[in-house]
């Protein structure tokens, strides 16, 4: 199997801070920092409010999921 890695830009409203691959390769933009769901692999907003939240991309399964969080 090829792995291929695209550098993609994204425009998202400002009220999105933090990034984050879960397990299975979705990538996220969180509100708020998300928390860790340990047992299935992968991130969640702490508020049950939808809009805490988009689906940014769905790519490659990444075993280093937790170290994906990022500030921006």
Not at 42 to 45: D, E, I, K, L
Not at 47 to 50: C, D, Q
Not at 60 to 71: C, D, H, V
């Given at each position: 199997?090829k792995?291929?890695?695209l550098?993609?830009?994204f425009?998202l409203?400002?009220?999105?801070?933090?990034?984050?691959?879960?397990a299975?390769?979705?990538l996220?933009?969180y509100v708020d920092s998300?928390k860790?769901?340990?047992e299935m692999k992968?991130?969640?907003?702490w508020?049950?409010?939808?809009s805490?939240y988009?689906t940014?991309?769905?790519?490659?399964?990444?075993?280093?999921?937790?170290?994906?969080?990022?500030?921006?």
């Open positions: 199997m792995k291929l890695t550098k993609i830009d425009e409203p400002n009220k999105y801070k933090y990034i984050a691959q879960d299975d390769g979705e996220f933009a998300p860790i769901d340990e992968y991130f969640y907003s508020e049950s409010n939808s805490r988009i940014l991309a769905h790519g490659a399964p990444n075993e280093n999921w937790k170290e994906s969080l990022r500030e921006i």
